[in-house]
């Protein structure tokens, strides 16, 4: 299997500092010519946070798999039915970008490091088991999962001036992530 290949271009160094020195003006929301959807309004301070909508919301399929340990997690994949893509959250709040090149016609596992029954957890699986087998070193940073991957019950995503802002609705939970264009990202669990 040849190794995914990271298809982000954020402008950070190696040293996590952002190459953009564009500083954007505090919006309070009024002043935005695209509202942010409503789904997305238990998001604290989202117009000072995440700056004016840029596009309208998406709705489309996202599945997450926690990494580490829980309840908070430090480390997701998460990935954007939308665009075919899995997105790495590290825990040093770094994020990568992968293409996912997994398809039905290919095993659930692509490695087995652990050499047990390959299940999941604690094994990553489809998209995101190719992803943690094939990048160098990821295994390590990520670890194992300690719940299967699933698809949010409720997926809102929506581009906005300083990134993205995902809201994952789970039972009685709302995951907020901020996939920052600076290369950091943050969560937010609310019940």
């Known amino acids: 299997v040849p190794a995914a ?26 002043e935005c010519s695209l509202e942010a959807d409503l789904d997305l309004a238990g998001y604290e301070d989202l117009p000072q946070r995440m700056g004016c909508p840029l596009e309208p919301a998406n ?23 939308s665009e075919l893509k899995i997105y790495v959250l590290l825990p040093d709040k770094r994020w990568t970008v992968y293409d996912d090149t ?16 390959p299940a999941s957890p604690p094994l ?12 160098d070193g990821l295994q390590e940073v990520m670890g194992t999962v300690i719940i299967e991957e699933r698809l949010c019950q409720h ?3 929506q581009r906005f001036e300083r990134g993205r802002l995902l809201a994952c609705y789970e039972d009685a ?7 920052l264009d600076d290369g950091t990202w943050d969560t937010e669990l609310t019940r």
């Open 5 to 30: 290949v990271p298809t982000n271009t954020v402008g950070v160094t190696a040293t996590g500092q952002s190459t953009s020195n564009v500083a954007l003006p505090t919006v309070t929301g009024a």
């Open 59 to 81: 709705f489309d399929p996202v599945g997450i798999n926690e990494f580490g340990p829980g309840p908070q997690f430090d480390r997701f994949m998460l990935w954007f039915g």
């Open 102 to 117: 997994w398809s039905e016609d290919q095993p659930l596992f692509t490695c087995n490091p652990l050499d047990i029954t």
């Open 124 to 135: 990553p699986r489809r998209g995101f088991n190719k992803i943690w087998c094939t990048v």
């Open 155 to 157: 997926a809102v995503v």
């Open 173 to 179: 939970t709302i995951r907020y992530v901020r996939l």
